[in-house]
């Protein structure tokens, strides 16, 4: 699936040409919290005070898509119980090492960063 050429002469939001792309589904209360959280670090005064709140549901949306993408499919194709438990654990390997990398990098971020993370988030989910 392409995206649509819009006015723009098909520029994204980087000024990139618009790339075929891949979509997973998250439920109604990650939906919920992200925005919650993107408009209170949008809205904040100081929106250095949101880092944290923003590598949890970062980090939540990165775990929803691990499943999407990979628990998912090997639970479809119904390999077994070794192989669907070794996936799991791999992808929860992957988040033990990625959660306090996210962290970090975010912690960082001063508030014009953060704004930009959060613009990015929202546009990834149009």
Known sequence: MTRKVRGDGGKGQSGAAELPFLRFYHSKSLRTKTL????????AEDPTRQREALADVVLLLTASGLDYYFVMPVQAAKVG????????????????VMGPVAR???????????????????????
């Open 104 to 126: 970090r990098v975010i912690g960082g971020m001063d508030a014009h960063q953060l704004l930009s993370v959060s613009k990015h988030i929202r546009h990834l989910m149009k």
């Open 81 to 96: 119980f070794m192989a669907e438990k070794s996936t799991m654990l791999g992808i929860a390997g992957i988040l033990r």
């Open 36 to 43: 919650s959280v993107l408009d209170a670090l949008e809205t």
